[in-house]
């Protein structure tokens, strides 16, 4: 089931509107066409009220101005450019460039702060609802014009499968997640370092002091970015390595295992299991990457219902192309042509 409302107005005076999807099973997803932002996630729970296992905010306003990218779908590019230069079939390009000088999520006017197009696809059994949005030449330095399409689908197995298809007239890039910070023992509950989690990766992305990719496709072998058996986030954040000074942290991508090129299929990538071992999540998708971001930066953010949110409150597992791909020939590929259809698929399912 769907109901919709408006969640509030942008500055010009265009409604948000939120699609709360609801499954038989009790649990629903909201979901604005602001930037496709998935802003709230109840999961039910016998003891007490449903447990809300996504970090939000309460007004259009608090998600205009964030930028931590609160839930939302993030695009052209997710995560860093380095500078926000990079060269296509011969041709130089330069980006908007947003944090340190790099092009970070696609530039300071991303997708995650637009107005997408919405309708309901499907208000019964696996509830559903199409986004789609048209981002012109030269957006924020990209080339080519871009057709983007999403579809959320809320399954009757608790998965929130998230799809995204892309089509361009010209040769450009794309690499499109979403940015959810999961918590799941409530939004407003505590730090989520009391988790633990597993991701199927026997290699990562290092990056220098820019949070930039060296280039290097390392090995997990024998340090805390072996994540492979399920291990505690606090001992992660309290390991000794210099990857996790540069961060702050875990803001780190790790190369899927299980990947393979142009599948359509979602594998299994990654888990994370609460302290208490009531909740998982489990994450399967068909792209190369995983950034697992601890939200370190954090400090005293006030989310929904007034909810102080502090480093580690959140999780985020953006599944996506390595950062900085369109740099380095040995990542997979993000480049886009005009006679191809990008298909991206994320299945977030959450046990309980
Ligand atoms: C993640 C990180 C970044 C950034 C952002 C809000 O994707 O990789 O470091 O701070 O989210």
Redesign the pocket.
């Given at each position: 089931m769907i109901t919709q409302s408006v969640f509030g107005s942008m500055p010009d005076g265009t409604a948000v509107e939120q699609f709360c999807l609801t499954n038989n099973n009790g649990v629903s997803v909201e979901i604005l066409n602001l930037g496709g932002i998935i802003r709230r996630w109840l999961i039910p729970n016998d003891k007490k009220q449903d447990i809300d296992i996504v970090l939000g905010f309460d007004s259009v306003a608090d998600y205009l101005i964030d930028?931590?990218?609160l839930g939302a779908l993030v695009g052209r590019y997710?995560?860093?450019i380095d500078r926000g230069k990079f060269t296509l079939d011969g041709i130089d390009f330069r980006t908007d460039t947003n944090?340190n000088d790099n092009c970070?999520?696609g530039g300071s006017q991303g997708f995650n702060n637009k107005i997408w197009q919405s309708s309901i696809l499907s208000n019964d059994v696996n509830p559903a609802i199409l986004l789609q949005l048209q981002s012109p030449d030269g957006d924020q330095g990209f080339p080519g014009k871009i057709w983007c399409k999403v579809i959320y689908t809320l399954t009757e197995q608790n998965r929130l499968k998230i799809e995204y298809f892309a089509s361009c007239d010209q040769t450009t890039i794309y690499n499109p997640t979403n940015?959810s910070y999961f918590n799941l023992s409530g939004h407003n509950d505590g730090p989520a370092s009391s988790h633990s989690i597993q991701v199927l990766a026997s290699h990562f992305t290092p990056t220098d002091e820019r949070?930039i990719p060296t280039g290097e496709i390392k090995e997990v072998d024998n340090s805390p970015f072996d994540l492979r058996p399920l291990t505690p986030i606090k001992q992660v954040l309290g390991a000794e390595h210099q990857q996790l000074k540069f961060?702050n942290g875990l803001?780190h991508n790790f190369c899927l295992d299980a990947y393979q090129p142009d599948s359509k299929l979602a594998s299994y990538a990654a888990k994370m299991v609460s302290e208490n071992k009531n909740l998982v999540l489990k994450v399967y998708t068909n792209m190369p990457g995983l950034?697992i971001?601890t939200a370190n930066?954090f400090d005293n953010k006030t989310g929904k219902n007034d909810a102080c949110y502090q480093a580690h409150q959140g999780v985020?597992f953006?599944t996506q192309l390595y950062?900085d791909s369109p740099n380095h020939s040995n990542f997979p590929s993000a480049t886009l042509r005009p006679n191809q259809e990008f298909y991206g698929l994320t299945e977030y399912e959450v046990l309980f």
């Open positions: 930028d931590s990218y997710a995560n860093r944090q970070l999520h940015h949070a961060a803001d950034q971001f930066h985020c953006e950062p």
